[in-house]
């Protein structure tokens, strides 16, 4: 087994063939950043308006990650909206491969949705906005 994990950015055709293996990685993200709706997330991989990329290290998945790109006033930005997975140490820097996608698609910047312990392990990612809720009872 290598000691990193390989990137796959999964055929939109094929997302239904994974989705059994992968779902489970990306509703416990949802549930842990309360972000996104895992529902949402799913309809948007099975009508093709995301992209899945998964990292598996030749015999397993160990992480999903969602992407999905969006026009803005500053350009196109690829925004990865959830990310679930173990071992992170093996998978972290295949980042880079989004990015590089990213830039052949034309986009400006990459995005990020998730816990703010994302700016400790990631070059590069700096915090410009902050979202903010407060629960109503």
Same mark, same amino acid.
């Given at each position: ?5 390989? +990137? $796959?950015?999964?055929?939109?055709? %094929? $997302? ?31 009508? @093709?308006?995301?992209? +899945?990329?998964?990292?598996?290290? @030749? %015999?397993?998945?160990?992480?999903? $990650?969602?992407? #999905? ?14 990310? @679930? ?8 820097? +295949? #980042?880079?491969? #989004? ?15 998730? %816990? ?5 392990? +990631?070059?590069?990612?700096?915090? %410009?906005?902050? #979202? ?6």
């Amino acid at each position: 087994m290598s000691s990193t994990a390989e +990137l $796959v950015c999964v055929d939109p055709k %094929r $997302v239904h063939e994974l989705w059994p293996c992968v779902s489970p990685l990306l509703k416990a993200a949802c549930y842990r950043t309360k972000l996104n709706a895992f529902v949402d997330i799913e309809a948007d991989f099975l009508a @093709g308006r995301s992209l +899945l990329w998964v990292a598996w290290n @030749g %015999r397993t998945v160990v992480a999903a $990650v969602a992407t #999905i790109l969006i026009n803005s006033e500053i350009g196109k930005v690829c925004i990865i909206t959830v990310c @679930g997975g173990s071992d992170m140490k093996r998978w972290l820097p +295949l #980042i880079d491969q #989004i990015e590089n996608y990213a830039k052949l698609e034309g986009c400006k910047r990459v995005r990020i949705y998730g %816990r703010k312990g994302w700016l400790h392990v +990631l070059e590069g990612f700096e915090e %410009r906005h902050v #979202i903010m809720d407060k629960e109503l009872t």
